[in-house]
């Protein structure tokens, strides 16, 4: 929409200069949208690090992890930064966001994961704060593992065959390819202190979570 008008008063006639700031400033306010939903990262690592227990959403390619910290998180105010859990069966919501120095690249963070042992001892642990990390998550194939590196089926890499397709050796596992991981953390770090676990039924109490769930659940139900 495009607003022209005249305003004259006591004789005063604003030039067409101020016009156009007005105009300007309409125009950033109403296009103010909504900081996009992030969730393309493959979960979130707790670790104890430095003292203080830290969340490590994990990002499977190096340059994107690079990427993320220099044109959002960097840009995020300690203060602001909130983290909402939000628990459904066996499942959660990881949801975290933060006012941003460098609005125009901010993106909040979702992503629905299983409950883990990790994670449970972390909402015992928190103790009200956290260091907030990316990390690299890198896969590794059985020859680039020494040996004794464990599969995620529990067995060790030389319990695995290197001649028939990596499958584990063990009869009772159908792992039929030895997998591993490596998280590599980056230095760099933020600390969080608005940290709050939620069931759905309080989420609208929160503007965070109720803006994730409204934007990740409610709109897609049909
Ligand atoms: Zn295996
Ligand atoms: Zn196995």
Redesign the pocket.
């Known amino acids: 929409m495009v607003y022209s008008f005249k305003l004259r008063y006591k004789g005063i006639r604003i030039n067409p200069d101020q016009i156009n700031k007005i105009q300007l400033c309409f125009d950033t306010v109403s296009s103010q949208s909504p900081i996009p939903w992030f969730d393309d990262f493959v979960g979130v690592a707790y670790r104890y690090y430095d003292l203080r227990m830290n969340v490590v959403p994990l990002i499977t390619d190096q340059k994107q992890s690079a990427s993320l910290w220099h044109d959002t998180i960097h840009w995020w105010l300690d203060s602001s930064i909130k983290i909402r859990f939000v628990e459904m069966d066996d499942d959660y919501w990881f949801i975290m966001g933060a006012d941003s120095q460098k609005p125009d690249s901010n993106l909040a963070f979702f992503k629905i994961l299983p409950k883990s042992e990790h994670y449970e001892r972390f909402k015992k642990g928190h103790g009200g704060e956290a260091y907030l990390r990316l990390g690299v998550y890198a896969k590794k194939s059985l020859d680039g593992v020494k040996k004794g590196a464990l599969?995620?089926?529990g067995?060790e890499s030389q319990d695995?065959d290197e001649g028939d397709g990596d499958v584990?050796l063990f009869h009772d596992?159908s792992?039929k390819?030895?997998?591993s991981f490596q998280v590599n953390l980056l230095k760099r770090k933020k600390t969080i202190t608005d940290i709050k676990f939620l069931e759905e039924n309080n989420v609208k109490d929160d503007s965070l979570a109720w803006n994730c769930f409204n934007v990740n659940k409610y709109s897609k139900v049909k």
């Open positions: 599969c995620t089926c067995h695995h584990c596992c792992c390819e030895f997998s």
